[in-house]
């Protein structure tokens, strides 16, 4: 059937979409939450507010290893069952956070929520996603991963909460988001559309098949009819996490998508400071960097459809070129071309995070998904964990931000070069 008369009935999966951009509304909300909870706890609790805000370092490093953990447990088994596990070990943390009678155990509330959080929305709702649309993945990962972005009001609503409540409830309304998010998926998903009588991608109709698990082909479980044999994109049973993280062209692949999102925590956190620099206004700068944030949305959900119409590797070449045009025109300081610089960054930083789901999608299929993407995505957290750190180091050791977008135009262009030689050689 031609591509132009085929019917995507999304509709039929808006459980699937709802359970989604809920998860990734939560993998921000503790970062958030921390944002203000530690000045409150210093003054209500007399917990050292540094000692609090550096534990987030411990969190960022644990993210990693569960992210790992999440990869061979949807690889192996369920991901629906996975989610089960992290959306409990959420909502316990969180709720331990606001009861806690110790700065000791608030951080170890705080670090399992905030790696259950990021478990569940940046490493395991992807292979739901890629199971249900395996070529429409990017238009459903550019709509759900918007969710990210909207975790950002995650701090007005504790701060609301602890107005009215006091600290010890102030973070019970994020583990009832959770406990609905929980509910939605027990009532209505499926670890891959089949079981829930839909074809993949077009949501038509069909026979439920109540065992049908797209990750066999991988295992070496293909049925009759089913054969993976000289077919692009399906793995060999043999592979494994280690075969990943010894494939050269694989870590390379890894390494450079992890240049957006170096770019993407580098910048954002500077937005601020860089617009009063060029002389903008505290108020001015907290609007620009309110538009920038609704550009990620934008950005996210537009190259997801780009990615999916013309192919991953247009997408991600000109997510790089959008970057290194976005950090050149800031580097001129003049306001008007500046505040639209920090459109174009909005725009790249929200398609960020879903590149690597594309590319995993696009090469291994939704049989191999949950295998290269549970090793690529923790290594992309872990260079984009040095972003933040790397940027602030380089505008201290020249008193100027503009040394910042100097380099970010430099890993952009970079980071283009490097994708599309790679590229040439697949």
Known sequence: MEEEKVRYRYHRAWPLLLFSLLCYFMTGTVSSIMNVSVGIMEAERGWNATLLTASLSIASLV????????????????????CWIWGILYCAGVLLMGISSSAG??????????????????????????????????TVQGFTSMGILLGSFSTVLYTQTYRMLG?????????????????????????????????????ERIATQPEFDPSRLSRGEATSGDSDEGEKGKLPSRESARTFLRDPKFLAMTAILGIQLVFSGGIMVQ??????????SLDEAMAVL????????????????????????????????????????NLTGQRAVVFASLILIGIVVGCADNWPVNVCAELYGREGFSASFGVMQPVIQLVGAVGPAA????????????????????????????????????
């Open 105 to 138: 155990l608030f951080v170890v509330a705080m670090v399992a929520a905030n790696a259950a959080s990021s478990a569940w929305g940046y490493n395991t709702v992807p292979v739901l996603i890629t199971n249900w649309f395996p070529t429409k993945k990017g």
């Open 271 to 280: 937005v601020v400071p860089r617009l009063m620099e060029v002389s903008f």
């Open 63 to 82: 993210n990693v290893v569960t992210g790992f953990v999440a990869g061979r447990m949807s690889s192996k088994g369920s991901a629906k069952r996975a």
């Open 167 to 203: 600290s010890q409830w102030a973070t019970v309304p994020f583990a009832v988001i959770a406990g609905i998010t929980l509910l939605v998926m027990a009532l209505g998903v499926k670890d891959c559309p089949e079981q829930a009588g839909l074809a993949p991608d077009t949501m």
């Open 391 to 426: 940027f602030a180091l380089v505008a201290n050791a020249t008193g100027s931000y503009d040394a910042s977008y100097v380099m970010a135009a430099v890993m952009m262009g970079a980071g283009l070069v490097a994708y599309s030689a790679l590229m040439r050689r697949r």
């Open 290 to 329: 309110i538009v920038s944030s609704v550009c990620a949305c934008v950005g996210s959900f537009v190259f997801g459809i780009i990615g999916d119409k013309y192919g991953v590797d247009c997408g991600v070449k000109l997510s790089f070129t959008v970057g290194l045009v976005a950090a050149l025109m």
